[in-house]
């Protein structure tokens, strides 16, 4: 398994809905998680970050971890076109040696 | 504050050629990483350093070279530029290696 893994997808949805983004996780990582957006042909940017079980709320974002689970969520709701981005999630390795990131899901909102 | 500045933005290289892509932070930043992100693919991480003068290997370090002699900056040395080097490469700091990153904006660089 790796240490942290996402479906690349494209994930469409319509503007105005919840967008779901996953994120699983191996035992090789540590439970803090952030998530970052990436625009095409932009830098990733951090949205939000997670350190807790249960849910944190920034704005129209939410990050779900559920430890027991190993996977970590984040819901746009009220989706806009302009949320559409790759979403990456990361963590850091149990050993502290560094950040690792997902591969990234694709999320597309249409009008 | 800037957060993290990359220079240049755009770079087109010949095949021999070497160049130094500049990573600037005002955060005082103790970490700072260098990832390159092909078309379409996640972020490989090349070097990264946990303080000045302190600099190590990241997954794909071949062909490349840093420094760190300041808190602020952390230069990338592409030596002998080949094709399998055009990418976007992006530079990042934190406070802390299992703290969250910052990235700057990326250069995109093409070797032909």
């Known amino acids: 398994q790796k240490e942290v893994e996402q479906n690349s997808g494209p994930l469409s949805v319509p503007e105005g809905a919840i967008a779901s983004l996953n994120c699983t996780y191996s035992?090789?990582?540590?439970?803090?998680f952030f998530w970052y957006r990436q625009y095409s042909g932009k830098s990733p940017e951090l949205i939000m970050s997670?350190?807790?079980?249960g849910d944190k709320e920034d704005g129209r974002f939410t990050a779900q971890l559920n430890k027991a689970s190993q996977y970590v969520s984040l819901l746009i709701r009220d989706s806009q076109p302009s949320d559409s981005a790759t979403y990456l999630c990361?963590?850091?390795?149990?050993?502290?040696?560094?950040?690792?990131f997902g591969t990234g899901t694709r999320l597309q909102v249409f009008p | 504050n800037a957060g993290v500045t990359q220079t240049p933005k755009f770079r087109i290289l010949k095949i021999g050629q070497s160049m130094t892509l500049q990573c600037t932070q005002d955060?005082?930043?103790?970490?700072m990483y260098w990832y390159r992100q092909d078309p379409g693919m996640g972020l490989k991480l090349i070097y990264y350093?946990?303080?000045?003068?302190?600099?190590d290997k990241g997954e794909v370090p071949n062909g490349y070279n840093v420094s760190r002699s300041t808190t602020e900056d952390f230069p990338l040395r592409l030596e002998l530029a080949a094709p399998s080097q055009t990418s976007v490469y992006f530079c990042?700091?934190?406070?802390?290696?299992?703290?969250?990153?910052?990235f700057g904006p990326g250069t995109r660089l093409t070797v032909t």
């Open positions: 990042a700091s934190s406070n802390d290696r299992v703290r969250e990153q910052y």
């Open positions: 035992d090789r990582v540590s439970q803090s």
């Open positions: 997670i350190y807790s079980n």
């Open positions: 990361a963590a850091p390795r149990l050993s502290g040696d560094k950040l690792i």
């Open positions: 955060m005082n930043h103790n970490y």
């Open positions: 350093s946990v303080g000045a003068g302190i600099t």
